[in-house]
T-cell receptor, first 114, second 116 residues
């Protein structure tokens, strides 16, 4: 079993829809949670960064972390065709040294249809 | 200015050859990484350096050897390339990771390596 599980999709939604992307994890030491967006043939770019449990909102994006359930989510409101990309969740324990390495999910491919 | 830049962007080479990928960051970060992304888009860490010191060395064949001449540069040399080495290699950097804290990494554009 992988440390981080993510539905690979693909997920296809119409423009304007609310998108929900999710990851589950097994390592209770994780306390830093990130979402990256990766366009085709580009490097991952950081979208959201969250420490511990709770919600964080940035424009059309909302990240949620539920450490008790070991479950994180990314919501995209009013989705646009430009949101079409692969979304990767990542997390780390963050206690220094090797515990700071990011463990990634496998990514969810999202297509927003105009 | 590109924050994390790596060269070359594409690399096609024959089995058995030796090749190098170079990475530079201008973010002032102390920690740099090499990640490998396979054909299924799965990203896995290979190495991490903090201010020229190796701090993470995952289970990677010793044909792969990282080198960090200074904290802004991290290179990856691969000996005796094999077909299975074909992947996209990403360089990344972050704040000082020796003592913990914010762990988000900033990635370069990747080097697409194809071994034929």
């Amino acid at each position: 079993q992988k440390e981080v599980e993510q539905d690979p999709g693909p997920l296809s939604v119409p423009e304007g829809a609310i998108v929900s992307l999710n990851c589950t994890y097994s390592n209770s030491a994780f306390q830093y949670f990130m979402w990256y967006r990766q366009y085709s043939r580009k490097g991952p770019e950081l979208l959201m960064y969250t420490y511990s449990s709770g919600n964080k909102e940035d424009g059309r994006f909302t990240a949620q972390v539920d450490k008790s359930s070991k479950y994180i989510s990314l919501f995209i409101r009013d989705s646009q065709p430009s949101d079409s990309a692969t979304y990767l969740c990542a997390m780390s324990a963050g206690y220094g040294g090797a515990t700071n390495k990011l463990i990634f999910g496998t990514g969810t491919l999202l297509a927003v249809q105009p | 200015d590109t924050a994390v830049s790596q060269t070359p962007k594409y690399l096609v080479t024959q089995m058995g050859n030796d090749k190098s990928i170079k990475c530079e960051q201008n973010l002032g970060h102390d920690t740099m990484y090499w990640y490998k992304q396979d054909s299924k888009k799965f990203l896995k860490i290979m190495f991490s350096y903090n201010n020229k010191e190796l701090i993470i060395n995952e289970t990677v064949p010793n044909r792969f050897s990282p080198k960090s001449p200074d904290k802004a540069h991290l290179n990856l040399h691969i000996n005796s390339l094999e077909l299975g080495d074909s992947a996209v290699y990403f360089c990344a950097s972050s704040q000082d990771q020796r003592t913990g804290g914010r762990t988000e990494a900033f990635f370069g554009q990747g080097t697409r390596l194809t071994v034929v």
